[in-house]
């Protein structure tokens, strides 16, 4: 099983690819269904954070859902069943580092499913899709 892992914050310079190719695995264009997000440090001199799943392996995001649509996934993280989830946030709120985007046109989450897509676009080496130990 892999995970994504930010190997080297350092090196990001904003350019969100990886948001725009996260997006694309839905067939949009933009950064509405992104489940990575690129945010500034505070201005271009002090850097980027990217937000994305972590891959617990006591996910609370998946402890705070009250009709199981959050499952947990092998290796860490979890794995969303749309058509049980209410859309009611808590898993949203309940993460501890604001990973859980939400796409506002279905009113659900948008979580990383540790797919790699985004790996791909990133010309500075930021990503990784690494084994999980």
């Not at 850097?47 to 392996?57: D, H, K, N, S, Y």
């Not at 948008?110 to 010309?123: A, L, Q």
Request: glycine share 12%; proline share 5%; net charge positive.
């Amino acid at each position: 099983m892999k995970r994504l892992v930010v190997v080297d914050v350092n090196k990001c310079v904003g350019c969100q690819l990886c948001m725009l190719a996260c997006s694309r695995r839905f067939g949009v264009v933009g950064h509405n269904k992104s489940a990575i997000w690129v945010r500034s440090a505070g201005g271009f001199e002090r850097g980027f954070t990217l937000v994305v799943c972590r891959a617990c392996r006591d996910p609370p995001c998946a402890r705070a859902c009250p009709t199981e649509a959050l499952k947990v996934r092998d290796g860490g993280g979890v794995i969303l069943s749309p058509s049980k989830c209410t859309g009611c946030g808590f898993c949203r709120d309940a993460c501890d580092i604001g990973a859980v985007m939400w796409d506002y046109e279905v009113d659900k989450p948008v979580i990383c499913t540790h797919c790699g897509f985004c790996v791909g676009y990133c010309p500075h080496g930021v990503l990784s899709l690494e084994e999980v130990v």
